[in-house]
């Protein structure tokens, strides 16, 4: 379980989170607001990426602070912002951070070939990041955050940019945590399109919207 608790935070004078305190239990949370409601402030504070002003994060009732490299080593995280290495292949990129979590040498190869299938991005492997198109960036920050099945996985805007296809493949698609919080973020915009026909229990928070439900429902 992972909790924010009374977690705010400042940029010079403005407010990005005020007080915000939520509970993610097991099962996949969205978060919806607009631009600039603070979706990627918050998902920042809950990766270990920015200090809290105020308050702090506890997974399974324990500080993130006090945790460290536990902490980091169930978490899978894709941001927003896109910071590849265009020299890289896709299958370099991964290699490089599957080493940075840890996983074995006999495990990489793969663990690769689990992750690539699930973003369907087999064939664009052995390219140059430089060469992909903005979709297929983000489904390799998709791939690397999934690698290792993390406990928790944090992903920002993780379909900005995918065709359709690709869309419903990520939202179907194995790779997920089954029985850990999962969290995405979405800007308000698709709003309509990402809330239909799920409950929403958590509908409490300054600004964003945020709702929780089964994966394939979100
Ligand atoms: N590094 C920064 N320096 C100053 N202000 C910032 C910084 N990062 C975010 N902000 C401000 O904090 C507020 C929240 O920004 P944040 O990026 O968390 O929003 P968001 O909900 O993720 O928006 P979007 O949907 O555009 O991704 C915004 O008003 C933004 O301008
Ligand atoms: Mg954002």
Redesign the pocket.
């Known amino acids: 379980m992972l909790k924010l608790c009374d977690v705010s935070k400042k940029?010079?004078e403005?407010n990005?989170l005020n007080h915000v305190s939520l509970t993610f239990r097991t099962g996949i949370y969205g978060l919806l607001?607009?631009?600039?409601?603070?979706?990627?402030?918050m998902m920042n504070i809950i990766t270990g990426n920015l200090l809290p002003d105020n308050g702090y994060v506890a997974w399974k009732e324990k500080d993130i602070r006090t945790l460290g490299a536990d902490y980091r080593s169930i978490l899978g995280y894709a941001p927003?912002q896109q910071g590849l290495y265009d020299s890289f292949t896709g299958r370099r990129f991964l290699s490089y951070m599957a080493a940075l979590k840890g996983i074995s040498k006999k495990e990489m190869p793969g663990e690769l070939a689990r992750v690539l299938a699930c973003v369907n991005m087999e064939e664009a492997a052995d390219q140059a990041i430089g060469a992909y198109s903005g979709g297929m960036k983000q489904r390799l920050l998709i791939a690397q955050a999934i690698m290792g099945s993390p406990e928790l996985i944090v992903l920002d805007?993780p379909t900005a940019g995918l065709d359709p296809k690709e869309r419903v493949r990520k939202y179907k698609g194995p790779g997920r945590g089954q029985n850990n919080p999962g969290i995405h973020?979405r800007?308000i915009r698709h709003r309509a399109h990402c809330r239909r026909n799920y409950h929403d229990p958590l509908r409490k928070h300054h600004r964003s919207g945020h709702s929780g439900g089964a994966y394939g429902q979100i």
Not at 33 to 41: I, L
């Open positions: 940029y010079k403005k990005a607001g607009p631009n600039g409601a603070g979706k990627s402030t927003q805007e973020s800007g």
